[in-house]
Nanobody
Framework: QVQLVESGGGLVQPGGSLRLSCVAS????????MGWFRQAPGTERELVAR????????YYTAPVKGRFTISRDNAKNTVYLQMNNLKPEDTAVYYC????????????????WGKGTLVTVSS
């Protein structure tokens, strides 16, 4: 059983930056495909970014391309999401996700979830 704990959320002004971290325990981190999802009030949970086991392959949803960067440090059992040029529409709870096969856009297919960290972008 894998436990995921996110940190790094908070309040930031439009145009600002935040870095989210997710520390994994209870499993072999390097064997999991990792991702970040987000969920705003009244919306479905959506895939933001995904990274392969070695970090060699990444995916970003179109609205965040060029602004967000996902990375991982297998030695530290940690996955990161660097978020730059934040916009009010990025406001959401951000969830870390792990999967034994591959992170897919369907949230229902994910094996493990963190509890989420709130990101609020507002002036």
């Amino acid at each position: 059983q894998v436990q995921l704990v996110e940190s790094g959320g908070g309040l930031v002004q439009p145009g600002g930056s935040l870095r989210l971290s997710c520390v994994a325990s209870g499993g072999t981190f390097s064997t999991y495909d990792m991702g970040w999802f987000r969920q705003a009030p009244g919306t479905e949970r959506e895939l933001v970014a995904r990274i392969s086991r070695t970090g060699g392959s990444t995916y970003y949803t179109a609205p965040v391309k060029g602004r967000f960067t996902i990375s991982r440090d297998n030695a530290k059992n940690t996955v990161y999401l660097q978020m730059n040029n934040l916009k009010p529409e990025d406001t959401a709870v951000y969830y870390c996700a792990a999967d034994q096969i591959i992170i897919r856009p369907e949230a229902s297919s994910v094996d493990y979830w963190g509890k989420g960290t709130l990101v609020t972008v507002s002036s």
